[in-house]
């Protein structure tokens, strides 16, 4: 069965995902949506016959399509997940889910009740080194983690204002949050501290703190930190550190460290985690088994919630706990 695949947005995440689905078999892309024809047009003609739209409802009225990847900047989600899930159609989103957590509340709600297949971008799941730290943590105690995505600032506009990317913690930083979820479980408590250091006074516009730290407290009695900045020339560490009474866990997006008291262990990743993510989503609409798919949008939508709760309490100074959070 060769699937006919549409996307929506295209910008570099949309061209990285059709450059790995000109590799696998059984996928064709009929189809691209952007907000000028232009766009779509260009998207469209590296792909023997698909077509550009400037209409979500044209591209889907037009092509029969079995599901879609949605590439849009935060500010933008909403109306193309709710005519999806009208639709029915399964689609794969990058993260994060959007500004807040009240839309992505109702959306996932709507979802639910369908229920509809759905997958989120969180392809750090995927990584070989994270299966092995699944594997290596359950015969450890987990004492606290530390957190870090280091960087420059994106060069897109929207990414600069905290109404068109809702800052770093949400729109980068989520990846480590969700990972810290993956391996260590569900978030109690968020305090963050958030500050405009740098960026402000180098680039126009630029509404989004520049560097950041939330301490988390975990049901499981844990606790960790979670720290960002975008004001670097270039390009900076990022990964999730987790100590255990065995020694600590590294975790990149290259390797996983195992450092024990006496020797080091070095896992390297040997599959790609974006090509992992494709094939259980894809998996998953060919025979409705989901099993594959690490990261659901309601489960994702627990990662939103830490996100926009942090947002919350590095503007009210106070911590927030996640069972009292609305959003």
């Not at 029969?64 to 193309?80: N, Q, R, S, T």
């Not at 990584?127 to 420059?152: C, F, I, N, P």
């Not at 126009?204 to 730290?213: A, I, K």
Request: hydrophobic letters at 40%.
């Amino acid at each position: 069965m060769t699937l006919q695949i549409g996307f929506v947005g295209t910008g570099g995440f949309t061209r990285f995902h059709c450059n790995l689905l000109s590799k696998m078999e059984g996928v064709q892309v009929r189809a691209f949506c952007a907000t000028r024809l232009e766009k779509a047009e260009q998207a469209a003609a590296d792909w023997n016959s698909a077509v550009g739209y400037d209409s979500l409802t044209h591209m889907l009225d037009q092509q029969k399509l079995d599901a879609v990847f949605v590439c849009i900047p935060p500010m933008a989600h909403g109306e193309i997940e709710y005519a999806l899930i009208e639709r029915g159609i399964p689609f794969l989103l990058e993260k994060p889910l959007g500004l807040d957590l009240l839309q992505p509340a109702d959306i996932a709600s709507r979802i639910q009740a369908k229920p509809l297949i759905t997958s989120i971008g969180y392809h750090f799941r995927y990584m070989d080194s994270t299966q092995r730290a699944l594997e290596l943590l359950k015969s450890r105690t987990v004492g606290m983690a530390l957190g870090y995505w280091m960087g420059s600032m994106p060069k897109v506009p929207w990414w600069r204002r905290q109404d068109g990317s809702g800052g770093q913690f949400i729109e980068q930083t989520s990846h480590m949050v969700d990972l810290l979820r993956y391996t260590m479980g569900e978030v109690e408590e968020v305090y963050a501290a958030y500050a405009n250091r740098v960026m402000h006074e180098k680039e126009d516009g630029v509404t989004t703190p520049d560097v950041g730290t939330v301490t988390i407290k975990l049901v499981s009695g844990a606790v960790a930190t979670i720290s960002n900045t975008c004001i670097l020339p270039g390009s900076g560490p990022i990964g999730l550190h987790v100590y255990t009474d065995q020694g600590v866990l590294e975790l990149s997006d290259k390797s996983l460290k195992d450092i024990g008291r006496a020797s080091v262990c070095e896992y390297a990743n040997q599959n790609n985690p974006y090509v992992r993510e494709h094939e259980a989503f894809f998996h998953a609409v060919r025979t409705g088994d989901t099993s594959r798919i690490l990261s659901t949008y309601a489960d994702s939508l627990r990662t939103q919630a830490v996100t926009t709760a942090a947002l919350h309490s590095a503007a009210s100074g106070l911590p927030v706990r996640l069972d009292e959070f609305s959003g």
